[in-house]
């Protein structure tokens, strides 16, 4: 019997058309059963274009279904991919203009921060219904998660839903280790790696050729280009001695050292408000997606594309076996982070299932960096799972850039005109205004 596909959030164009590029390059996937689904009716209309389009490119034939109603699409599902985004582009507008009125510098604004936090807040309640439609009509199916802010999102479905198979999926762990191969001129498939962290915010624990660390190579390279020194992460790993797992724009604003300072935002080119224009660049793409399709029947398939969603529903479909990075919830896997929340390790795929590999401890500087990241995602799920507002603005006020940053009057400020400006995209125990 052919599996069922369901994609949460199909409009996000971008995300959909190489989900499905990918899924429908495989042999053993090509006759599968796609179901789309979003709440915008003109998204969902596009991304089943996508489909028929990429579908015919890639010279498959699955049976493609959309619908509007989540639950009628997840009827029977297999795998259901998550890639929502609630609020749109309208609410990360907020979630950075409100904050830079503070003074408050970010990049990203989408896993932890003021930003995250919001963005936590608003995903929480959709994600916790997909849950639930989950447990009663396809229970057996797995969640393949790719929404951030990812920890918390793991986390929250852990918390809520502890029987659901959840993967957390993200590309960074994979492009970050082709960036470095790059760097120091060796074949990607010539290297192994080992890397546990937090999904943003792990680290390159081991990296080698033949048996011999490729760290030393780095350096070289490094001690070689003062360019390649004003890179945050850079920054990061010849202070840390491990190399984070993510870029720079999204790795500075998850400490306390960076974007707060203008000369350090200098020195290092760090461009604040960066995912603005990432947003907008979005929109752009998905209007000119929608004058393409109308003018074709095929759409090309982008054989760059190396999403681990596909691979995973191919390795449990077919038994092949690979090992990817995958979020799940910390059971002893990670020794020196707290157990019940996300952490991203080595992941093996085979006809069983995925298997979380334990890492044990990680060094304790990159622990302790780890545990500030997670107390801001502790504390935003806390607030949902306990209905409390309280600690909205806990997880704010530990938040290390905003602790940096701000008063915790102003924290407080914020957060009330922040909850105000979302109104009812907010759970509706958090919507309230608050002074200590």
Same mark, same amino acid.
């Given at each position: 019997m052919?599996?069922?596909?369901v994609?949460i959030?199909?409009?996000? $164009?971008?995300?959909?058309?190489?989900?499905?590029?990918?899924i429908l390059s495989?042999d053993?996937?090509?006759s599968?059963?796609?179901?789309? /689904?979003d709440?915008?009716a003109?998204?969902?209309?596009?991304?089943?274009?996508?489909?028929?389009?990429?579908a015919?490119?890639?010279?498959?034939?699955p049976? $493609?279904i959309a619908?509007t109603d989540r639950?009628?699409a *997840?009827?029977?599902?297999d795998y259901?991919?998550?890639?929502?985004?609630?609020?749109m #582009?309208?609410?990360?507008?907020?979630?950075?203009?409100i904050p830079?009125?503070y003074?408050l510098?970010?990049t990203?604004?989408d896993?932890?921060g003021i930003?995250?936090i919001?963005?936590?807040? =608003?995903?929480?309640?959709?994600?916790?219904?997909?849950a639930?439609?989950?447990a009663?009509?396809?229970?057996?199916?797995w969640l393949l998660?790719?929404?951030?802010?990812?920890a918390?999102?793991?986390t929250?479905l /852990?918390?809520?839903?502890?029987?659901l198979? +959840?993967?957390?999926?993200? /590309? &960074? +762990?994979y492009?970050t280790?082709?960036g470095?191969?790059?760097?120091?001129?060796v074949?990607?498939?010539e +290297?192994?790696y080992?890397?546990?962290?937090?999904?943003h915010?792990?680290?390159? !624990?081991r990296?080698?050729?033949?048996?011999q660390?490729?760290?030393?190579?780095l350096?070289?390279r490094?001690?070689?280009?003062?360019e390649l020194?004003?890179?945050?992460r850079?920054d990061?790993?010849?202070?840390?001695g491990?190399?984070?797992?993510?870029?720079s724009? #999204?790795?500075s604003?998850?400490?306390?050292w960076?974007?707060r300072?203008p %000369?350090e935002v200098e020195? @290092?080119r760090?461009n604040?408000?960066?995912?603005v224009s990432?947003?907008?660049a979005?929109?752009?793409?998905?209007?000119r997606?929608?004058t393409? @399709?109308a003018?074709?029947e095929e759409?090309p398939?982008d054989t760059?594309?190396t999403e681990?969603?596909?691979q995973?529903i #191919? &390795? *449990?479909?077919?038994g092949?076996? =690979?090992?990817?990075?995958?979020n799940? %919830?910390?059971?002893?896997l990670?020794?020196? @982070?707290?157990n019940g $929340?996300a952490?991203?390790?080595p992941?093996?795929?085979?006809? !069983?299932?995925a298997?979380p590999m334990? $890492?044990?401890?990680l060094p304790?500087?990159?622990?302790a960096l780890n545990?500030s990241?997670?107390?801001p995602v502790?504390l935003?799920v806390?607030a949902?799972?306990?209905g409390?507002?309280r600690l909205v603005r806990?997880? %704010?006020?530990?938040?290390?850039?905003?602790? %940096?940053? !701000?008063?915790?009057?102003?924290?407080?400020? *914020?957060?009330d005109?922040l909850?105000?400006? /979302?109104g009812n995209? !907010?759970p509706e125990s958090?919507?309230q205004?608050?002074?200590?």
């Open positions: 052919k599996p069922t596909i994609i959030g199909a409009g996000s $164009v971008e995300f959909t058309r190489e989900l499905l590029g990918d495989f053993e996937l090509a599968v059963r796609i179901v789309l /689904h709440i915008d003109e998204r969902l209309e596009t991304a089943e274009a996508i489909a028929r389009a990429t015919r490119a890639a010279g498959a034939d049976e $493609v619908s639950r009628r *997840l009827d029977g599902a259901v991919i998550n890639v929502i985004q609630v609020g #582009h309208e609410a990360t507008l907020r979630d950075f203009e830079a009125r003074g510098n970010q990203i604004g896993t932890i930003g995250g919001f963005r936590g807040l =608003r995903t929480f309640p959709v994600l916790a219904g997909i639930r439609d989950m009663e009509v396809c229970p057996d199916a998660n790719y929404t951030n802010p990812m918390m999102n793991v929250l /852990h918390r809520v839903a502890p029987k198979k +959840v993967l957390g999926l993200c /590309h &960074s +762990v492009w280790m082709v470095l191969c790059e760097l120091v001129d074949p990607y498939d +290297v192994s080992w890397s546990a962290g937090v999904n915010q792990a680290w390159v !624990l990296w080698e050729r033949n048996g660390s490729l760290y030393p190579t350096d070289e490094i001690a070689a280009d003062p020194r004003r890179r945050v850079v990061m790993y010849r202070r840390l491990y190399y984070p797992t993510e870029t724009e #999204h790795s604003e998850y400490v306390p960076y974007v300072h %000369a020195r @290092l760090i604040i408000g960066e995912y990432i947003s907008e979005n929109l752009a793409e998905y209007r997606v929608r393409e @399709l003018g074709t759409l398939i760059s594309s681990y969603a596909p995973v #191919h &390795s *449990l479909e077919t092949t076996t =690979r090992v990817i990075s995958a799940v %919830a910390n059971e002893d990670i020794t020196n @982070l707290p $929340v952490v991203e390790v992941t093996t795929l085979d006809a !069983l299932g298997h334990r $890492v044990g401890e304790p500087q990159c622990a545990r990241f997670l107390g502790d935003a806390r949902y799972t306990d409390d507002p806990a997880a %704010a006020m530990v938040d290390p850039n905003t602790a %940096a940053t !701000l008063t915790v009057d102003q924290i407080w400020e *914020l957060c005109e909850t105000t400006a /979302h995209l !907010l958090l919507r205004t608050l002074r200590p």
